[in-house]
């Protein structure tokens, strides 16, 4: 086992290693030489090499995701850590633990025309939960010991990113067989919040609950089996609660309503105040559906709680309480006090759910060959017990019009929704489950990241499906956006790629489908056990799409 001889280096890789961080994701440079030294030195750190930084801070994201521990990024200095920004932000948003470790020159050598030199101390701002800026010197343990400590400890109580910026100056590589700091590790605190649910918090609310012969549960993004299923049964017994699930919240329950956009979408102004609730309970993370948000907003609720542990958002101008625990250890504390109430509420949109799965079904069997039919038959052919990863943009919307198994289980980078990253994380996430994981993504998120594939860790159970429609066809659906000047080219960004000859560079086996005929054909054989990762371009035509997502939103009526 060898230490770098920097005191600074030997005290953050102790700390993390003290505190279960042992998952290391270095992007290669001279300035964090001392703590590339440091994590690859001892063998109790899985240690992982991406030299692109965007890349390598996703691919610890989507690590992180699954494990649900820390992850720890290490970079030189200079513009390195600024690409790690977008994974930070997604991280902060999505309440993901992501620990930065930035190297740095020491303060005296900034500001004074050294090459790759930036102002790095607090870089990241608002966007993250804790910066720990480190000095150099002996004489500044105690000070280091103590931010590290907080920092760390902040990821893991808060789910969240933190940035440790940590300075060295030359020479950077020497190392020694024995540290020379036994920094004290502080272990973190986990606080349990369920004991924070008094009856003094609790009575009141059931009682307007009681009261109230509408209300609306809305899931967003949760981790799955975040919620026990006998809890989801008690709610659905309830005629005057309706439980509207987003694909990403992993709920299921045939009596929910997965498909918000497709009950929502074509109601008339007397359905939605008649759909308009009393209460408004959410727990999760970000909404996708606009439609949804746009409803609340226009039908408010007479109140609206949000059961969150560290946050909650006023996303429809009507927040009342704030109520600071887990989903779960809410429902089971608040239910026992509930009533039951009959009524016509849950069972008259049951019944519109139904007529609209029906014309669904219809509408699928009768469109052209197109994004909408591709989605379908993708979906339809999913295999049990995988762990899907979508993409931003129209993938995660098409997939909000459907339904999945619950042995599915759905992610999706929501916290910022960006493009940026999508299919870094579902490497990351990959890598790190025991489930094989199918991506779903879209031509540009693709090509945007197609650095995601300079990757030495993607499984072989990792499968990719790419749907090329030629651009950026959400664009569109949106009419002001297709009526605007050079649509073509500054929004829609037509294009004639294709991942071929990147799939024969990054050694995965490709195949592809052009039509209703092949995309069949290519599903029957693409989700089998292969030898290395496999990658499904699907191409379709970019004028139609629009036309057929629009018109199945009058079409379920």
């Given at each position: 086992?060898?230490?770098?001889?920097?005191?600074?280096?030997?005290?953050?890789?102790?700390?993390?290693?003290?505190?279960?961080?042992?998952?290391?994701?270095?992007?290669?440079?001279?300035r964090?030489?001392?703590?590339t030294?440091?994590?690859?030195?001892?063998?109790?750190?899985?240690?992982?090499?991406?030299?692109?930084?965007?890349?390598?801070?996703?691919?610890?994201?989507?690590?992180?995701?699954?494990?649900?521990?820390?992850?720890?990024?290490?970079?030189?200095?200079g513009?390195?850590?600024?690409?790690?920004?977008?994974?930070?932000?997604?991280?902060?948003?999505?309440?993901?633990p992501?620990?930065?470790?930035?190297?740095?020159?020491?303060?005296?050598l900034?500001?004074?025309?050294?090459?790759?030199?930036?102002?790095?101390?607090?870089?990241?701002?608002?966007?993250?939960?804790?910066?720990?800026?480190?000095?150099?010197?002996?004489?500044?343990?105690?000070?280091?010991?103590?931010?590290?400590?907080?920092?760390?400890?902040?990821?893991?109580?808060?789910?969240?990113?933190?940035?440790?910026?940590?300075?060295?100056?030359?020479?950077?590589?020497?190392?020694?067989?024995?540290?020379?700091?036994?920094p004290?590790?502080?272990?973190?605190?986990?606080?349990?919040?369920?004991?924070d649910?008094?009856?003094?918090?609790?009575?009141?609310?059931?009682?307007?609950?009681?009261?109230?012969?509408?209300?609306?549960?809305?899931?967003?993004?949760?981790?799955?089996?975040?919620?026990?299923?006998?809890?989801?049964?008690?709610?659905?017994?309830?005629?005057?609660?309706?439980?509207?699930?987003?694909?990403?919240?992993?709920?299921?329950?045939?009596?929910?309503?997965?498909?918000?956009?497709?009950?929502?979408?074509?109601?008339?102004?007397?359905e939605?105040?008649?759909?308009?609730?009393?209460?408004?309970?959410?727990?999760?993370?970000?909404?996708?559906?606009?439609?949804?948000?746009?409803?609340?907003?226009?039908?408010?609720?007479?109140?609206?709680?949000?059961?969150?542990?560290?946050?909650?958002?006023?996303?429809?101008?009507?927040?009342?309480?704030?109520?600071?625990?887990?989903?779960?250890?809410?429902?089971?504390?608040?239910?026992?006090?509930?009533?039951?109430?009959?009524?016509?509420?849950?069972?008259?949109?049951?019944?519109?759910?139904?007529?609209?799965?029906?014309?669904?079904?219809?509408?699928?069997?009768?469109?052209?060959?197109?994004?909408?039919?591709?989605?379908?038959?993708i979906f339809?052919?999913?295999?049990?017990?995988?762990?899907?990863?979508?993409?931003?943009?129209?993938t995660?919307?098409?997939?909000?019009?459907?339904?999945?198994?619950?042995?599915v289980?759905?992610?999706?980078?929501?916290?910022?929704?960006?493009?940026?990253?999508?299919?870094?994380?579902?490497?990351?996430a990959?890598?790190?489950s025991?489930l094989?994981?199918?991506?779903?993504t879209?031509?540009?998120?693709?090509?945007?990241?197609?650095?995601?594939?300079?990757?030495?860790?993607?499984?072989?159970?990792?499968?990719?499906?790419?749907?090329?429609?030629?651009?950026?066809?959400?664009?569109?659906?949106?009419?002001?956006a297709?009526?605007?000047e050079?649509?073509?080219?500054?929004?829609?960004?037509?294009?004639?790629l294709?991942?071929?000859?990147?799939?024969?560079?990054?050694?995965?086996?490709?195949?592809?489908?052009?039509?209703?005929?092949?995309?069949?054909?290519?599903?029957?054989?693409?989700?089998k056990?292969?030898?290395?990762?496999?990658?499904?371009?699907?191409?379709?035509?970019?004028?139609?799409?629009?036309?057929?997502?629009?018109?199945?939103?009058?079409?379920?009526?």
């Amino acid at each position: 086992m060898k230490f770098s001889n920097k005191l600074l280096s030997q005290t953050i890789t102790q700390l993390c290693l003290a505190k279960g961080i042992d998952h290391i994701v270095i992007s290669p440079g001279s300035r964090n030489a001392a703590l590339t030294i440091g994590f690859i030195g001892n063998e109790n750190f899985n240690n992982f090499s991406i030299v692109d930084e965007r890349c390598a801070a996703f691919f610890a994201l989507g690590m992180a995701q699954q494990l649900k521990k820390p992850v720890a990024v290490v970079c030189t200095s200079g513009s390195a850590l600024l690409n790690y920004f977008p994974a930070v932000a997604e991280a902060f948003y999505s309440d993901i633990p992501l620990v930065v470790i930035s190297a740095d020159r020491p303060a005296h050598l900034v500001e004074i025309g050294d090459g790759q030199t930036i102002q790095q101390e607090n870089v990241y701002g608002n966007h993250v939960l804790y910066s720990a800026n480190c000095i150099e010197g002996e004489e500044q343990q105690t000070h280091n010991e103590t931010e590290i400590n907080i920092a760390l400890n902040t990821a893991i109580e808060l789910n969240g990113p933190v940035h440790i910026n940590a300075p060295f100056s030359e020479p950077l590589y020497r190392t020694v067989e024995t540290p020379a700091v036994r920094p004290q590790n502080v272990p973190a605190r986990i606080s349990d919040t369920s004991s924070d649910l008094t009856a003094e918090i609790l009575n009141p609310l059931a009682k307007q609950w009681n009261n109230a012969h509408r209300k609306i549960i809305l899931a967003g993004v949760l981790v799955p089996e975040s919620i026990e299923q006998q809890l989801l049964d008690e709610l659905a017994k309830d005629d005057s609660i309706i439980v509207l699930t987003e694909t990403t919240s992993n709920l299921h329950h045939p009596d929910f309503f997965p498909a918000i956009d497709q009950l929502i979408a074509p109601l008339t102004e007397t359905e939605f105040q008649d759909l308009q609730p009393d209460i408004l309970l959410t727990f999760g993370g970000m909404v996708v559906s606009k439609k949804i948000k746009a409803f609340l907003r226009n039908y408010p609720p007479k109140a609206h709680w949000h059961v969150n542990e560290k946050k909650a958002y006023d996303t429809y101008f009507n927040l009342k309480e704030h109520i600071k625990t887990d989903a779960n250890s809410f429902l089971e504390a608040f239910l026992p006090l509930t009533e039951k109430i009959k009524g016509d509420y849950n069972p008259k949109w049951l019944d519109v759910k139904m007529k609209r799965l029906e014309k669904h079904d219809q509408y699928v069997h009768q469109i052209p060959y197109s994004d909408f039919s591709v989605f379908a038959e993708i979906f339809k052919n999913l295999p049990r017990d995988i762990q899907l990863q979508l993409s931003n943009s129209a993938t995660i919307r098409y997939a909000q019009l459907f339904n999945f198994n619950a042995s599915v289980q759905v992610f999706c980078n929501r916290g910022t929704s960006g493009i940026d990253g999508s299919t870094t994380t579902a490497i990351g996430a990959a890598y790190a489950s025991k489930l094989p994981t199918v991506f779903i993504t879209g031509d540009l998120s693709f090509f945007y990241d197609s650095n995601a594939l300079w990757n030495n860790y993607i499984p072989s159970n990792f499968k990719i499906i790419v749907i090329n429609n030629g651009g950026g066809g959400i664009f569109r659906i949106l009419t002001e956006a297709k009526q605007s000047e050079k649509f073509e080219e500054f929004f829609e960004t037509k294009h004639k790629l294709t991942a071929h000859q990147l799939c024969e560079q990054f050694g995965f086996e490709y195949s592809s489908a052009h039509d209703t005929l092949s995309v069949k054909n290519q599903l029957d054989s693409f989700f089998k056990i292969s030898e290395a990762p496999r990658l499904l371009e699907i191409f379709t035509p970019s004028t139609v799409n629009d036309e057929v997502l629009l018109d199945y939103f009058k079409f379920v009526k």
